[in-house]
């Protein structure tokens, strides 16, 4: 705050002016306070504005239209006047920084106080339009933080969706934050708003604006032409920022829309403190924290690791994908039904002091958790599983496994999915969906319309393959669209749905809209025949001792499984050994490339494709050019949350990949049970990893076959 000058009021009707908050194109704000002492937030519109009849009536509107505005997230208008000399508007004062100074303080929010902020500035928005108000001017400026959450300010003076245009020659909105439309002389309306909702969403999470520097023209054509890095923006926040960002207006959610699929993931609320740094950064611009030199280390015996898209992994069957089917065949599991949480033996304590990146925090057998659980990995780091007709969930980290709790579903056999703060449960032609933290049952039992086939989870939509259709379901099980079409679902995100078809050697791609189902392009493409060792001779990169080869154990055939990664500009195939990208904006081919080794993981990590065959090779999202290879054969991968690391196993270590070089920011050994031949799998929930390990011989139960890596240092 500035002290008054020479030019500037000393009250404003009631209000005593203490200073200057700051100033924009409409006008001028000081902090007021009223004659009991309450604070607020006062904007004297500029003269020359004030004298125009039009921007006067507009102005008037605008006040009455603000009055309605819910105020939880917003500055609430307390006080104006629309018909003095100097209009004037009064809201309530918000005592904490704007988004712009805790960036540039104290560096980029974490993603947790990101997905916060966004859930708040969603909800402001759909009240400021649902009151007949666009904002027209969101950015890191106008938002301020304290410990309820975000609160936008200058709403008040926006523009009403019902006025006339503003004057010619007054300009609204900071080109960083406004829409193509916007800067093509359209008017933008709500869809600008929810622009300018991902282009502050993304400084915040990066610290750097959408549009980098250059020529004014330069900026513009970026805009234009959506020319964003998105490489550097972590990836649990890419989807919401893509569909934000998208150039058609059309294509970008309502701010009521966006609430709803920000809460439906589970979004953590505002607490005292959300977006303070954990570590305070010295005032000024916040520095990049460099990681250390890349080392790969020493290397050791490295073994393959098969993903599946949507397949079992391993027999212990935790996927990667989030997913493993219980058949009652086979099962020891003891009959029952819901019990009491209960205790089981206690996880195998790892040795003592505080955890560096690649430590093991806990390793368990899963035999001796409450009940013969098949698992998946929630976000919470509980294992969720299935005996066919129970649902549990399990905390190995404590003193003991605790079981949180039990769902008995009266249906077999059951398929657990991970599905963000839930998962979905299905068994024959019926949903349910159960919340992770509760076991509370979101819907139950609801039938998906025929035998449920392959399935494609995004935030907010489960898209279902039936034996003659594709169906969306959004969280509360109700159904949003069918399109009947003989595909199934491959991969999805909050925009797109990816489906697939198969027959006689020839594979049909469709991209379709996520939230309409409707199709935007359809390619097919022959599949390339199988490298001559693909099949039971061996492990990708083929040897002695390994599975399927000489002395070595049972082969393992998930190297010809099939599996997708996507992102904003590009879908990545891999039909078996084939690696193939297309253009996600026509369906075109960019590259494909027959590997003549078995491949075993895929990745996609900004502008790199990172691939484990017989050995870790990064090649150019764009062009498939090599970037970098790694001699390690056969790992298992996962990307880090943020994009920064692409995580693999292999060599009896557990590294982290600089997608960008290949090198290794740190590397660290792992005991000796995940030795090559029994790593089945690799699973990513931050802060820590979960290594899936094949069951031990002879029902062992002192041998673990899960282990969880910390991927941060910290303590114990």
Not at 664 to 671: D, F, I, N, R, V
Request: glycine fraction near 12%; aromatic fraction near 6%; proline fraction near 10%.
């Amino acid at each position: 705050m500035r002290p008054l000058g020479t030019t500037d009021p000393h009250s404003v009707a009631t209000y005593r002016l203490v200073g200057v908050l700051g100033g924009g194109g409409m006008g001028r704000v000081y902090l007021g306070q009223s004659p009991s002492g309450r604070y607020v937030a006062i904007k004297v519109i500029r003269p020359e504005l004030a004298a125009d009849p039009m921007f006067r009536r507009r102005f008037t509107r605008e006040v009455a239209a603000a009055r309605l505005v819910n105020p939880l997230f917003t500055a609430a208008v307390v006080d104006a006047d629309t018909e003095t000399e100097s209009p004037w508007l009064a809201t309530t004062y918000i005592e904490g920084p704007s988004v712009e100074q805790r960036v540039r303080s104290s560096g980029p929010l974490s993603v947790t106080a990101a997905l916060t902020l966004a859930t708040g500035l969603a909800e402001a928005l759909a009240s400021i339009h649902r009151a007949g108000l666009v904002h027209r001017d969101l950015k890191p400026a106008n938002i301020l933080l304290d410990d309820t959450g975000p609160h936008i300010i200058d709403f008040g003076i926006a523009l009403a969706t019902d006025a006339e245009r503003m004057t010619t020659g007054v300009n609204v909105g900071t080109p960083s934050y406004m829409a193509p439309e916007r800067i093509q002389g359209e008017d933008a309306g709500a869809p600008g708003d929810i622009f300018a909702l991902g282009a502050t969403l993304y400084f915040a999470a990066t610290g750097r604006t959408l549009i980098s520097g250059g020529s004014m023209f330069e900026q513009i054509n970026q805009v234009t032409q959506g020319r964003f890095d998105l490489s550097v923006l972590p990836i649990q926040l890419r989807p919401f920022v893509v569909r934000c960002i998208s150039l058609r207006p059309q294509d970008r959610p309502t701010a009521k829309e966006l609430s709803r699929i920000l809460i439906g993931t589970g979004v953590s609320t505002p607490t005292p403190g959300w977006f303070q740094p954990l570590i305070a950064l010295p005032s000024g611009e916040p520095q990049p924290i460099e990681p250390p030199a890349p080392t790969w280390g020493t290397p050791k015996p490295w073994q393959r690791r098969p993903v599946l898209a949507g397949a079992v992994l391993g027999a212990l069957g935790l996927a990667a994908g989030g997913v493993w089917a219980a058949t009652r065949g086979g099962n020891t599991a003891p009959p029952g039904g819901p019990g009491p949480a209960t205790e089981g033996p206690a996880a195998s304590p790892s040795p003592t002091g505080p955890l560096q990146p690649g430590s093991v925090r806990w390793q368990v057998n899963s035999q001796t958790l409450p009940g013969p659980l098949h698992l998946v990995v929630a976000d919470s780091g509980r294992l969720i599983g299935t005996d066919g007709r129970r649902v549990f969930a399990t905390d190995p980290s404590g003193p003991g496994q605790n079981q949180a709790w039990s769902v008995r579903i009266d249906a077999e056999p059951l398929t657990v999915r991970d599905w963000g703060p839930a998962v979905l449960v299905t068994a024959d032609s019926r949903l349910w969906r159960v919340e992770n933290a509760t076991s509370r049952v979101g819907f139950e039992g609801i039938d998906a319309g025929g035998t449920v086939g392959d399935v494609a989870l995004a935030a907010d939509r489960a898209f279902v393959g039936l034996p003659s259709s594709v169906r969306a379901f959004n969280r509360v099980g109700a159904p949003v669209w069918r399109q009947d079409v003989l595909e199934s679902p491959l991969i999805a995100d909050m925009t797109w749905l990816v489906t697939r078809q198969e027959r006689n050697g020839t594979v049909r791609i469709t991209l379709r809209e996520a939230a309409t189902g409707v199709q935007r392009w359809q390619v097919s493409y022959q599949l390339a025949p199988p490298p001559a060792d693909q099949g039971r001779g061996g492990p990708p990169g083929g040897g002695p001792g390994g599975p399927g080869g000489p002395g070595g154990g049972p082969p393992d055939d998930a190297w010809e499984a099939v599996e997708a990664r996507l992102n904003a500009d590009h879908l990545l195939l891999r039909e078996g050994g084939e690696l193939r990208v297309l253009r996600l904006s026509d369906g075109r081919t960019r590259w494909n490339k027959p590997w003549q080794k078995p491949v075993a993981a895929i990745e996609m990590i900004g502008d790199t494709v990172v691939m484990a065959a017989d050995g870790i090779y990064g090649f150019r999202t764009d062009t498939g050019v090599e970037k970098w290879k790694v001699p390690a054969r056969g790992a298992r991968l996962a990307a880090s949350p943020d994009g920064r690391y692409c995580y693999a196993v292999a060599q009896q270590s557990f590294a982290a990949i600089d997608p960008d070089t290949g090198g290794s920011a740190w590397s660290e050994a792992l005991p000796p049970v995940a030795r090559e031949e029994n790593v089945s799998g690799l699973v990513v929930r931050h802060p820590t990893a979960f290594i899936l390990l094949r069951p031990p011989p002879f029902q062992d139960t002192e041998v673990p076959d899960v282990l969880a890596i910390a991927l941060t240092a910290g303590p114990r």
